[in-house]
């Protein structure tokens, strides 16, 4: 499709495990971006990228949380040591160059994680 | 700290009933104003982007309006197909990312 793809669209996995978590962008867009959603907030920063490098990665909330785009298309993000707090959807953004100052951004449907 | 605050959290209102939506905001720069909308199971879909005070968007029955502290969506003669949550996010100064509110879940009734 020529949407952003995430997968799994549903991850279910215990305490203490380790979880990748995929992003497929737009074909061409540039600028990839994850966030977090729990049920009732709004989307919670993680990490944005430019290419292949990280430009912004403040919003990641620790060290079990790392993220790669190593030929600046798709992006996995890295979760060590689960906790039940990591619970939420992780959401997939992508952006063209022309589109990163209009706030333009193309999202995923997300990633639905349960830790049990 | 880059903040945003959108009332009510939720909104019912019936089908032709027009109303607003807020979003109060403090941003060190602000670079952009955006509006999304967000079905349930969904990411978030763009609507409009607002950069300076006293610009205005429209898109069908929306209008977004931007002073220098708050943005209002107004929703002209609803209907239930408008039924979302509806987010209100920022980008100011150097950053790249967007800052989102939580929302406000809007239901219109038939």
């Known amino acids: 499709g020529a949407g952003v793809s995430q997968t799994p669209s549903n991850k279910v996995t215990e305490k203490g495990k380790y979880v990748e978590l995929r992003c497929d962008p737009i074909?061409?867009?540039?600028?990839l971006y994850w966030y977090r959603q729990s049920l009732g907030q709004g989307p919670e920063f993680l990490i944005y990228f430019q290419g292949t490098g990280a430009a912004d990665d403040s919003g990641l909330p620790n060290d079990r949380f790392f993220a790669v785009r190593p030929e600046g298309s798709v992006s996995t993000l890295k979760i060590q040591r689960t906790e039940r707090g990591d619970s939420a959807v992780y959401l997939c953004?992508?952006?063209?160059?022309?589109?990163?100052?209009?706030?333009?951004?193309?999202f995923g449907e997300g990633s639905r994680l349960t830790v049990l | 700290e880059d903040q945003v605050t959108q009332s009510p959290e939720a909104l019912r209102l019936q089908e032709g009933e027009s109303s607003s939506l807020n979003c109060s905001y403090t941003?060190?720069?602000?670079?952009?104003l955006f509006w999304y909308r967000q079905d349930p199971g969904k990411g978030p879909e763009f609507l409009f982007t607002?950069?300076?005070a006293g610009e205005e968007k429209e898109k069908e029955r929306l209008k977004a309006t931007l002073t220098k502290k708050e943005s209002f969506l107004h929703i002209t003669a609803p209907k239930p197909e408008d039924s979302a949550t509806y987010l209100c996010a920022v980008q100011g100064g150097s950053q790249g990312n967007l800052i989102f509110g939580k929302g406000t879940k809007l239901s219109v009734k038939p």
């Open positions: 074909s061409g867009h540039t600028a």
């Open positions: 607002l950069y300076s």
């Open positions: 953004a992508s952006s063209s160059p022309g589109s990163s100052n209009t706030g333009e951004l193309f």
């Open positions: 941003v060190s720069g602000l670079r952009g």
